[in-house]
């Protein structure tokens, strides 16, 4: 299972709100070879789980590159394909919280978490 998320964005002169996002994830970074897609999401906007489908009945697992894609639809405008960039599955980024102290961000290869 993968979380992606859309955390920022610019939106210059669209007059218009975010409506939708395009969710794309590919195995190549040309955008061809997709393990799974929502097209037009209207739920996601901003963020978007995938369970990383094989093909075969089952899930990919310890995928060192997995490429992600997304579109912003703006009302009946849409944006091109944005590439948001390359993804490792063994590379988790924890986020630690203390209420009132600033949080901490930990990486899973540089901890040897695998």
Known sequence: MAQFKLTNFIDLGTKGYHTATSWKVTLDRAGNNIIDQSLKDTVNLYHWMSSLPDGNGGHYAD?????????????????????AGVMNQNDQTFKITETGKP???LNSLVAGIH
């Open 63 to 83: 995928l060192s590159a997995v490429y992600l894609w997304v579109k912003v639809h703006i009302l009946n405008d849409e944006s091109d394909w944005y590439y």
């Open 103 to 105: 949080d901490h961000f």
